[in-house]
């Protein structure tokens, strides 16, 4: 096997495995299952999001997806827990664990995952196929912001949970019109999402990305989906407060659907090539 296919089968491995240990690590101790519980999830998440980009994508622009999400994800957290900027002013407590300069370590793993979940399913739902149909400004501009509206309809569940079940982040205002959140950090999901999809699609406008290669098969497109449906059953099952239950199906389900029917589409079309 040459040492770039080798490289990019076995890094993604590697960087699991010490990345694992290390949150494991600093997680373990008195009272912490819950930060042990979301240290491996987020791990594990963030590895199987990695080995799919890198076999949907290749290993270039999986690394440049991966750079730019977690740069920016960290950036706008960071700037947000100290500054109030996109989402509304807020604290971090320790239940998110390990933290790098303030922000905890699985939130731009998380940035990373839901992006790349999001820009798979736009694309399935838009071309019937795991990437992008048509290069273009236009394009990564629509394509961009439908991703972002589909990874903050994730939020919309997730940040009633976090902040008043978990506890995972204090915010300064209590009164916001959803459940207690603030309307503004909605509004930052899905610009600092859009700046994150743009800038994977312009970074990557001059490399020839196309799904269906002798090294990617559909079931690794399952993956981003599987991630986001794994979401939505959370939420069903344990979304607080109780409206969220009712609200879940419909805000990611909806995208959801419509992306499956996307793959099936694209799975018959590679069927037919064959």
Request: glycine residues 8%.
């Given at each position: 096997?040459?040492?770039?296919?080798?490289?990019?089968?076995?890094?993604?491995?590697?960087?699991?495995?010490?990345?694992?240990?290390?949150?494991?690590?600093?997680?373990?101790?008195?009272?912490?299952?819950?930060?042990?519980?979301?240290?491996?999830?987020?791990?594990?998440?963030?590895?199987?999001?990695?080995?799919?980009?890198?076999?949907?994508?290749?290993?270039?622009?999986?690394?440049?997806?991966?750079?730019?999400?977690?740069?920016?994800?960290?950036?706008?957290?960071?700037?947000?827990?100290?500054?109030?900027?996109?989402?509304?002013?807020?604290?971090?407590?320790?239940?998110?664990?390990?933290?790098?300069?303030?922000?905890?370590?699985?939130?731009?793993?998380?940035?990373?995952?839901?992006?790349?979940?999001?820009?798979?399913?736009?694309?399935?739902?838009?071309?019937?196929?795991?990437?992008?149909?048509?290069?273009?400004?236009?394009?990564?501009?629509?394509?961009?912001f439908l991703a972002a509206m589909?990874?903050?309809?994730?939020?919309?569940?997730?940040?009633?949970?976090?902040?008043?079940?978990?506890?995972?982040?204090?915010?300064?205002?209590?009164?916001?019109?959803?459940?207690?959140?603030?309307?503004?950090?909605?509004?930052?999901?899905?610009?600092?999402?859009?700046?994150?999809?743009?800038?994977?699609?312009?970074?990557?406008?001059?490399?020839?990305?196309?799904?269906?290669?002798?090294?990617?098969?559909?079931?690794?497109?399952?993956v981003p989906l599987g991630i986001?449906?794994?979401?939505?059953?959370?939420?069903v099952f344990l979304g607080h407060?109780?409206?969220?239950?009712?609200?879940?199906?419909?805000?990611?389900?909806?995208?959801?659907?419509?992306?499956?029917?996307?793959?099936?589409?694209?799975?018959?079309?590679?069927?037919?090539?064959?």
């Amino acid at each position: 096997m040459p040492a770039s296919n080798l490289l990019t089968v076995r890094l993604p491995l590697l960087i699991f495995v010490l990345v694992s240990a290390w949150l494991i690590y600093t997680s373990i101790g008195p009272g912490k299952a819950v930060t042990l519980a979301i240290a491996i999830a987020s791990v594990l998440m963030f590895a199987a999001t990695w080995a799919s980009a890198t076999r949907l994508l290749g290993a270039s622009a999986a690394l440049r997806f991966l750079s730019i999400s977690v740069s920016l994800g960290w950036f706008a957290e960071q700037m947000g827990s100290t500054h109030g900027w996109f989402f509304g002013s807020y604290t971090y407590t320790d239940v998110l664990g390990l933290r790098f300069v303030g922000v905890p370590v699985v939130i731009p793993m998380m940035w990373f995952a839901l992006t790349y979940a999001g820009y798979v399913i736009s694309n399935l739902i838009v071309w019937q196929a795991p990437v992008d149909g048509a290069p273009g400004v236009g394009n990564a501009l629509f394509l961009s912001f439908l991703a972002a509206m589909i990874v903050t309809a994730f939020d919309l569940g997730a940040d009633p949970y976090l902040v008043y079940v978990l506890k995972a982040w204090i915010m300064t205002k209590t009164d916001g019109a959803w459940f207690g959140e603030t309307v503004q950090g909605f509004f930052g999901w899905v610009f600092v999402s859009f700046c994150i999809l743009c800038a994977f699609r312009f970074a990557t406008r001059k490399m020839p990305l196309k799904a269906g290669s002798v090294h990617f098969l559909p079931r690794h497109a399952t993956v981003p989906l599987g991630i986001y449906s794994a979401g939505l059953v959370f939420q069903v099952f344990l979304g607080h407060p109780v409206e969220i239950k009712s609200i879940a199906p419909f805000a990611m389900g909806i995208p959801l659907l419509c992306a499956l029917a996307g793959l099936q589409r694209w799975r018959n079309q590679l069927k037919a090539a064959q």
